[in-house]
């Protein structure tokens, strides 16, 4: 396993802090108050409910082939953004090994870069879900070079990893390909569970076939 990436904090790295502790000090706040137990309880079930929105979204996208297109992928990461679930949430209902692995490193995209939760945290959450060494496939697809006024074929990069080495140095390319998307030379991006294939596809061929 390679060093884990640490960052200096800085106070929005700490928010995610802020977000776990609501529910402990709203049952400090009101500790002889009638009604608190209820307002954790609605407020647990809407979280659960949000996660569960999120999970059965990206397990019908990938029921087919057992892989994601960046798309879903993206708009599974910005639908727990808009229902602002908390570190711990995330770990309740998305770092469970039963999960599939796609749902695991969507949790782990969020909190790294929606959170800004430091890796080492989320590691620490990984390892104590019993996930880390879960294993997903990402797959990228980059515009060909020009040589000489023709230009090359596009170049195919696949990358097999565990979750716990994505917060590593080894995982430098590829979180940086996650966070970017496809956008500028990326072409196309697939995520998929490491021992699934998929159809070899390239620019030049869906162009031809349009």
Known sequence: ??????????????????????????????????????IYIRMHREMAGNATAVVEFVEHCSSSNKSLAFGDYYKAVEELCSKQLAF??????????????????????????????????????????????????????????????FRMRDEFHSRIISLADLLTNKGEEVLGVLCRGAIHELLRIEICISNVASTPWSWQSSQQQE
């Open 88 to 149: 711990r949430d995330v770990q309740m209902f998305l770092f469970k090994p039963k999960l599939n692995v796609l749902l695991n490193l969507i949790g782990l995209h969020y909190c790294i870069f929606c959170l800004q939760v430091q890796a080492g945290h989320v590691m620490d959450a990984l390892q104590s879900c019993k996930i880390s060494e879960q294993q997903v496939c990402v797959k990228w697809w980059k515009l060909g070079r020009w040589f000489y006024g």
């Open 1 to 38: 396993m390679g060093q884990v990436l640490l960052h200096k904090t800085t106070p929005s790295d700490t928010s995610w802090m802020k977000r776990d502790v609501v529910p402990i000090a709203l049952a400090r706040d009101l500790p002889f108050q009638q009604g608190w137990r209820q």
